[in-house]
């Protein structure tokens, strides 16, 4: 708890207005790679408290749009439209693509983390799970064009997620911005440009 009150990055978060520390990691991945333009669709997984949602949608401004899905409630953010649901879930991906409306995004986010058992390989083994189900989702709804950043745990899975990400995008890089604490094994991995996108599925059957 005193790292987290002491955290320059929190304090700077609570200062300008960020939801969480988590929006410097996306703002200096931006400021790198330049994923949000004016204009863009971007879906946000996993988004609460709600930081990157933040960013995205004041970089792709009021032309563009932000979908924002969690499992917890999230407070209102102008300019996101929030989905309360469970991403594993087809309820919520029938809600997130009745917004969308046969849209694809530009991007998809991802910054999903799991609930933390305190075993390492348990816990590293849950958020691999996060990070395939957003690497399913990204590759059957983003525009050919489009790009992928998600959050994933360094461990015995991540040779094998990275190649994942290789036969699906052009160009595939590990990001490691300031704001992740050091001792983190987090990384981001950022794909684009897909190497065919499938047609949208069908949604379930309600």
Known sequence: MREHVTDLYVQQARKEGWRSRAAFKLLEIDDRDQLLHPGDVV???GAAPGGWSQVAARRVGPKGRVLALDLLEMQGISGVECIQGDFRE???LRQLETLLAGQRPHLVL???APNLSGVPLIDQARGMALAELALE???TRLRPEGALLVKVFQGSD???FVNAMRERFVRVAVR???ASRDRSAEVYLLGR???G?????ASPPS
């Not at 996108?197 to 599925?201: D, K, Q, S, T, W």
């Open 43 to 45: 879906v946000d997984l």
């Open 90 to 92: 087809d309820a919520a």
């Open 110 to 112: 991802s910054d999903m």
């Open 137 to 139: 989702f990204a590759v």
């Open 158 to 160: 991540y040779a094998r």
């Open 176 to 178: 490691k911005p300031r």
């Open 193 to 195: 440009e897909l190497f």
């Open 197 to 201: 996108a499938p047609p949208i599925p």
